[in-house]
């Protein structure tokens, strides 16, 4: 995805989802302030780049692409990662191999073509493959979201083919083709589908979608046009959807049906889920998943406010639990491991170190094996202290929102703790810190 100018157009394919159900929400997201990308998406923009690389050097390990030919080769990615976008490049080299004419596009820019806002509906299309000698074109859309599973029915890819095949500079002739596949690859979400999710249909059910994506641009440049809410301001990732007005008046609505007022949730008492019949079982249900991904959104809107240092009553922010990482080398570790263990160093090593967790529970039944049961729990505590001398805890960089009456220190809005909360048991951050941190 680097070397590409990804300024988004306002109709594009990626909030196709959301506009075409919501049209005031292309509006209302252009007042609000941009916002830094999330973690998951960052890392989603890193997958498509190693993706890209992996295609362009006509590499087939994503492994091989992030180190030699990715931006962020000097970065070291789980297996899950690397797992995912592996399964992605096999699904494209599988057809690549099997049709020696394949024609391979990789992100590349199409402009659908609509006569309300030319130019407006552009985006990048992550892989496209035109087969000439069986009249095939596939359209593949790669997924690295875990959280919401994406239909191989999507707006998104149908404008995608709408693109390649009607642009005024098409890069493939319909007539050329009988047959369009639309792919979403999406190998770390549970689908009902499976990870790849293929409809297959003509050029010509690509090209009655024009007139449903430009009834939507016209709905959107409406001066009322409307906001609707409902699961798209969570699945499309909504970037108004923390102050939109439609969508707390949808979570309010369905706490109010249930409470006379918002107020009364500190002191009502539930009623028990047995006592409950099904159908209101059933709305509760759809109440709470609507109110979860709201009240969601707004602890992240929270945090923002909390962390530009505006008070908000009753919270404050901290910084979460640091994640351990090994400290040392594997070979040294494993041979340490091995001795308090009592068994094999091999044991510790599955092509690379075996997780804390587990070396952690390795150790810790060896220690309690030596003492017997009557001692287990000093064993315990034992293993404990002689992991700690193998491991060092990392800032995991993440913060959340909780009650200030927490035991973890609050942070400023610079990010550091104040010592004054902590007792002593911290000492005041370095003046030089302080300083670079502003």
Partial sequence: MSGHDRTHSRFSPSQSERFLI?????????RVAAREESEHAILGTKAHDVLEKALLHRERSALVAQRE??????ETFDDAFITSVQAALDYIYDILDEYPDAILYNEVKVN???????????????????????RTLHVIDYKHGVG???????????????????????????????????????????HEDGTIRTITCNPYDVYEYLEELENGIKACLKPDAPLVAGDHCHSTFCAARTTCPAREALAVKAVSEQFK??????????????????ERLS??????????????????????????????????????????????DDN????????????????????????????????TSAFKKRVGKDRAKQAAEDAKRAMA???????????????????????????????????????????????DRR
């Fill in 22 to 30: 919501c049209p005031g929400s292309v509006t209302l997201i252009e």
């Fill in 69 to 74: 030919h990715s931006i962020y080769c000097l």
């Fill in 112 to 134: 659908p073509p609509n006569e309300v806002e030319p130019g407006e509906a552009s985006g990048y299309c992550d892989v496209a493959i035109h087969i000439p000698s069986v």
């Fill in 148 to 190: 919401v599973a994406k239909s191989a029915k999507t707006t998104q890819i149908k404008q995608y083919a709408l693109g390649f095949m009607y642009d005024e500079f098409a890069l493939i002739d319909p007539a050329s083709i009988d047959t369009v596949h639309l792919t979403i690859v999406q190998p770390r979400a549970f």
């Fill in 261 to 278: 007022s918002i107020r009364d949730i500190s002191t009502i008492t539930l009623p028990a889920p047995e006592g409950l019949d099904v």
């Fill in 283 to 328: 709305y509760i249900k759809q109440a709470g998943d609507l109110l979860s991904t709201w009240l969601a959104d707004v602890d992240a809107h929270i945090k923002e406010l909390l962390a530009q240092g505006v008070h908000v009553p009753g919270f404050k922010i901290v910084e979460t639990e640091a994640r351990r990482e090994w400290q040392g």
């Fill in 332 to 363: 040294e570790l494993a041979a340490k491991l091995a001795a308090l263990a009592d068994r094999p160093s091999v044991d510790f090593m599955r092509m690379k170190l075996v997780t804390i967790t587990d070396a952690e529970r390795m150790v």
């Fill in 389 to 435: 001398l193998l491991t060092i805890r990392q800032s995991s960089g993440n913060t959340k929102v909780v009650p200030e009456d927490h035991p973890a220190p609050a942070m400023n809005r610079a990010g550091i703790f104040k010592a004054t909360n902590v007792a002593g048991l911290l000492p005041p951050p370095p003046k030089q810190m302080t300083e």
